[in-house]
Every structure is written in C-alpha cells, then in structure tokens.
C-alpha cells in the first residue's frame, strides 16, 4: 500500500487526499494483524516521501487560498528536493524484506 505523510498531518486543501491516505494506514494495520494471526499474506503501508508527480505539479500550480502550503511545494520542487518516481522505488525491496518491519506497519521511507 502506497501511504504519505498527508496520512498523520493536516494540510488545508488537502482534507480528502490526506482521509484516503490515513484510512490507507488504518486498513494495512487492521489486515496486517488479521493476516499476522492467520499467518497469511504480509501488509506493510509505505510513506516515499515527496515525489516528482503530476500531483505536485498540480499543488505548485494551485490557488493559494485552496492550499495554504502551495509555498512549500514550490520550494521543494525550485530546491531539488522532490524525490524522481524511479528513486522512490529503489528502497521498496529492502523494506518489504526487511523482518524488522511487522506485518501492518507504516513505514515512511525517509526514516527506513
């Protein structure tokens, strides 16, 4: 499951996006315990951190009023900072095979 940091903050403009992503999280706990007990399949819900995506093309593009933080999008984009799709990818094996993560942990990539 594909989380984000929108799961845990509050971002103003962004009340639907950052719901779906904490019911992301809720879920892959919930089903990572039920499959823990079952010793079924393993669940794991991964933060990549921000990525280069049309998503943030669109929120530097957005109406300030609409999304007070269009500031710090734009920083993390003009300072380099937007992590490409192709990286953001690189650590998924490492943490889906790494033990140390139980089944239906969130995992935010940045701090694996």
Excluded: C
């Excluded at 669940?43 to 269009?70: E, H, K, N, W, Y």
């Excluded at 900072?81 to 990818?89: I, N, S, V």
Aim: aromatic content about 6%.
């Amino acid at each position: 499951m594909v989380s984000s940091g929108a799961a845990a903050s509050v971002y103003a403009g962004w009340s639907s996006y950052g719901a779906g992503k904490a019911a992301v999280d809720h879920w892959g706990r919930n089903v990572g315990e039920e499959q823990r007990q079952r010793r079924g399949a393993r669940v794991l819900s991964i933060a990549p951190g921000t990525v280069a995506t049309a998503m943030q093309a669109a929120a530097r593009a957005a109406d300030p009023d609409g999304f007070p933080r269009i500031d710090k999008s734009r920083s993390l984009h003009n300072d380099g900072a937007l992590t490409e799709p192709d990286d953001a990818t690189r650590p998924l094996w490492h943490i889906i095979e790494d033990p140390s993560h139980p089944n239906g942990t969130v995992v935010d990539v940045r701090d694996a």
